[in-house]
């Protein structure tokens, strides 16, 4: 008989997904980002199995499970796997408090949206353990030891933005995060009568995890080529774009665009807080027109979806903006939309990209939320 039948949880958490509004790839350039988590989650169901080694674990979504031992850790050729995995051989080097458990989980975050389902994944799941457990782990090493979990099991070189948003993110608030020193500044956001609306492209290119580690080392041969010049850089955050025209004669125009982009885009994410903070709603719309732009051109993220919706909702005074938000290469564009125009601009749009694309739309509303919180518990 299968585990998930007749399951009766101990305890239920809500780990989101999140929204970056702006400073793309900036994260792991050791720079400033803005994000938040929002009300869209995974959820876990936790209880104990009384076992000292075996566990459970079961997707919903991807109506599929798989059993582990806790003695013996070792990556999955299934990728989600590997985001579980990742975290449990983390916690592992942590606490010899862990035994047996079962979970059941289910998603109601779009995969490969640009949501970062994958942090919501990390933390929700070590988030529940140390509860269930009493492990005694502090939030601040949940975000880092999910971080890790991504380098080593998944082999992607994430930045630490997407964990942290989702466990330490406040509703109704974004946060300004210093990547390099993880200070961290909750900016309070109210921009109605507008709305966050996400339309999702519905494509994923499959380039993000490998072009995403190319695009990291583009920028650290930057910094490698600003340093002789300057040595006490030592991310692009140090940098300035005076330091980068100085240098620019000894760098390729790809890896010129690329750190031109990060510092650039480090600036936007100062300039986008201070905006919020004074209700310049239409500066913050600009902003990110001028980051989409960056994404898109620079950097080379972006693609032929991304950008036909960025340049059409421009034709329309109540969006104030837009850009495709998360690693690149597809996911969800978001846009700023006055309460009044989002039926109509949604309508409007998804007809011009079904005759463009031969795709359907799909749009939903994202609100600064919570970050991982218990849900319920015996």
Request: proline share 2%; with cysteine.
């Amino acid at each position: 008989m299968l585990f998930t039948e007749n399951f009766t949880p101990e305890l239920i958490v809500e780990s989101p997904g999140r929204i970056n509004l702006i400073g793309e790839h900036t994260d792991y350039n050791l720079g400033y980002v803005l994000p938040t988590a929002i009300e869209k989650t995974i959820t876990f169901k936790f209880r104990k199995n009384n076992s000292s080694t075996q566990c459970n674990i079961f997707s919903l979504g991807y109506d599929v499970g798989f059993k582990l031992d806790l003695n013996n850790i070792s990556r999955s050729d299934v990728e989600w796997e590997n985001y579980l995995l990742g975290v449990l051989n983390e916690l592992l080097k942590r606490t010899d408090k862990l035994r047996g458990f079962d979970i059941i989980i289910e998603s109601k975050l779009p995969i490969g949206s640009g949501l970062s389902s994958s942090a919501a994944l990390e933390c929700g799941l070590a988030f529940g353990l140390n509860k269930l457990f009493d492990l005694g782990i502090s939030n601040m090493d949940i975000v880092r030891l999910s971080q890790t979990a991504e380098h080593t099991f998944v082999g992607t070189q994430c930045g630490i933005m997407d964990q942290f948003a989702s466990v330490m993110s406040q509703e109704g608030h974004v946060l300004l995060l210093d990547c390099k020193s993880l200070e961290h500044t909750q900016i309070p956001i109210a921009i109605a009568p507008y709305k966050m609306i996400m339309l999702n492209t519905k494509v994923s290119h499959n380039l993000a995890s490998s072009e995403y580690n190319t695009r990291k080392k583009e920028c650290e041969d930057g910094v490698r080529i600003i340093q002789k010049k300057y040595p006490e850089v030592m991310s692009l955050r140090d940098a300035t774009l005076s330091m980068l025209e100085e240098s620019a004669a000894e760098m390729s125009k790809t890896i010129y665009n690329r750190c031109l982009f990060i510092i650039s885009e480090n600036e936007r994410v100062l300039a986008t807080a201070k905006a919020l903070q004074e209700n310049n709603l239409e500066l913050f719309g600009q902003l990110l027109y001028e980051a989409h732009q960056g994404i898109s051109e620079l950097y080379e993220v972006s693609c032929p979806e991304s950008d036909f919706l960025v340049n059409f909702s421009k034709q329309y005074d109540l969006v104030l903006g837009a850009r495709q938000v998360g690693g690149g290469f597809g996911g969800c564009v978001l846009h700023i939309v006055h309460e009044e125009e989002v039926d109509h601009y949604f309508a409007e749009a998804t007809k011009a990209y079904k005759i463009r694309f031969d795709i359907d739309l799909d749009a939903f509303e994202v609100r600064p939320s919570s970050g991982t919180y218990i849900a319920y518990e015996v």
